[in-house]
């Protein structure tokens, strides 16, 4: 009876592995064949098009997670569009509180280099949430939609680190560093940060914050000494955003939609990456996964300090969790 339910147990095991194995040969097939706008999906549609982008959850280096905007991901879809004729305009949908530096610049960058360069008409519709680096990349586009409610804005750079120094005192723990570079252990929770690595820290900061400014002022094509006033980390509502000038109207993707095809001379084809379920499903499925293994994967600054252009509203909520 035994060895009935060990031989049963292997082949319900190799079952299930040959499954898992399927479903991922499945995704990675997707993903090479049309997951990133192949041509071939354009030839099947007319000669005017627009390409439909979405921004959502944290921003970050590498690829797009289940819940998440990967910089790799969003820019190879940018990039194999530069020199299709077809792909007349881009829609980016976003929905995310920001994330890390280098990921937001780089989306930024790709799409001013779209529209100064490759006379793409990019149009922004925000969602929920647009803030901080997701503002950043929506601050690139030739025309920002908001919803009424839409939360934006947050133009500011943050950076923390826990001490725990006291508490590791306060039970004769002491904590041994060995290191070469005098700044190396900057930000350790093990210690108070000196005069000499607050300035460092601050002129990183400042330098950050600086560029994200001009780059504000640069896409929305206005004074930086405004965009100064504007930011400082300050959050809007969508009317408020109006009001200022950080966003253009209040609407949707319809507006949206319409505003592109007005900026491009005619009316559009809207392209959008539809992934396949089993991609879809193996995206779910791997996200739960790693979540598990560790939360909060990209931003788990409880434990790390982090260069991040988030709202820091929410960044102090997820300290005092």
């Known amino acids: 009876m035994n060895q009935i339910k060990i031989f049963l147990g292997v082949i319900f095991g190799l079952l299930v592995i040959s499954i898992l194995l399927i479903l991922v040969s499945i995704s990675s097939a997707a993903k090479s064949k049309g997951e990133n706008f192949s041509k071939e999906l354009f030839l099947k549609k007319s000669f005017n098009q627009a390409l439909l982008l979405k921004v959502e959850g944290e921003i970050h280096s590498g690829d797009s997670g289940a819940s998440s905007t990967g910089a790799d991901t969003i820019l190879s879809s940018l990039r194999e569009i530069e020199d299709e004729e077809s792909i007349k305009a881009i829609l980016i949908e976003i929905n995310s509180p920001g994330g890390t530096v280098g990921a937001s610049q780089e989306i930024y960058d790709e799409i001013m280099y779209l529209r100064k360069e490759k006379n793409k008409k990019v149009v922004v519709s925000m969602k929920d949430l647009a803030a901080s680096g997701g503002y950043y990349i929506a601050s690139a586009a030739d025309y920002i939609f908001t919803e009424a409610g839409t939360i934006t804005g947050s133009i500011g750079v943050i950076m923390m680190s826990p001490n725990i120094s006291g508490l590791l005192k306060k039970y004769s723990v002491e904590m041994r560093v060995f290191k070469a570079g005098k700044y190396k252990d900057t930000l350790s ?87 396949n379920p089993f991609g879809r499903i193996f995206d779910q499925l791997s996200g739960k996964f790693y979540s598990q293994l560790k939360p909060s994967i990209y931003f788990d600054i409880k434990k790390f300090p982090v260069l991040v252009i988030l709202p820091s509203a929410i960044q102090f909520n997820l300290v005092n969790e």
């Open 189 to 275: 929770m093990f210690k108070p940060v000196s005069k000499e690595e607050d300035e460092i820290i601050r002129g990183l900061l400042n330098d950050t914050y600086n560029r994200f400014v001009s780059d504000v002022a640069n896409g929305r094509k206005m004074e930086k000494s405004i965009i100064a006033k504007l930011a400082e980390g300050k959050i809007y509502s969508g009317e408020g955003a109006v009001k200022v000038k950080l966003a253009d109207a209040i609407g949707g993707r319809r507006e949206a939609i319409l505003k592109m095809e007005e900026l491009a001379g005619g009316k559009l084809d809207l392209i959008e990456d539809k992934k």
